[in-house]
């Protein structure tokens, strides 16, 4: 694990200094959901309370493991990710929150299946990278890290990161044969 692995493991939102709220999340055809976010200042007050928010609102839903800003109304480029609980995950670095975040690399495809809170009802097989570099800014701080993720994780972060590109995972699925849906 890098340095920048180990920043990103070690945060915790009681860095933002702020209690987060717990938000109402938008379900599709919400037009947040197809727009793509814009890039933020992670520093300012208004982001900061939302990182805490977007924790507070994935917390209290039940088998969540990111939520992205879009999901909450607020369209921009901000999400947080805690993949530790699930029973699908091999490594992790806990729960964050990444503001501004891209894929810098990536490789390993592989088709498994994803669902969504804003897409209640239906889950659907995704290709994604099993494997990736993320480069992103923490919230408050404003603070630059690049992490490596690797399987359940990773597919978290791709998931999270179409959010805030305007595309949900039913964008990215190969046809409505690969649709279904959701059993529980």
Same mark, same amino acid.
């Given at each position: ?6 920043? $990103?493991?070690?945060? %915790? ?5 702020? @209690?987060? *709220?717990?938000?109402? !999340?938008?379900? /599709?055809? +919400? $037009?947040?959901?197809? %727009? ?5 200042? @992670?520093? *300012?007050?208004?982001? !900061?309370?939302? /990182?805490? +928010? ?131």
């Amino acid at each position: 694990m890098s340095e920048a692995d180990d920043r $990103v493991t070690a945060w %915790s939102e009681a860095e933002l200094g702020v @209690p987060g *709220r717990v938000l109402d !999340v938008v379900r /599709a055809p +919400d $037009v947040v959901l197809s %727009s793509a976010g814009g890039e933020i200042d @992670p520093t *300012r007050p208004a982001m !900061v309370q939302l /990182a805490a +928010d977007l924790v507070a609102t994935m917390r209290v839903s039940p088998g969540c493991v990111g939520l992205a800003a879009p999901q909450v109304g607020v369209g921009c480029r901000m999400f947080c990710v805690d993949v530790s609980a699930h029973p699908k995950t091999k490594g992790h670095h806990g729960t964050f929150v990444l503001c501004n975040a891209e894929v810098v690399e990536s490789s390993r495809n592989e088709k498994a299946r994803e669902g969504c809170m804003s897409v209640p009802d239906l889950t659907g097989d995704v290709k994604r990278a099993s494997r990736l570099v993320v480069r992103g800014v923490l919230p408050g701080t404003g603070e630059p890290v690049e992490l490596t993720a690797s399987a359940f994780e990773a597919r978290a972060l791709q998931h999270e990161i179409d959010h805030c590109a305007g595309l949900l995972f039913l964008d990215r699925v190969s046809g409505a044969h690969a649709v279904y849906a959701r059993q529980t």
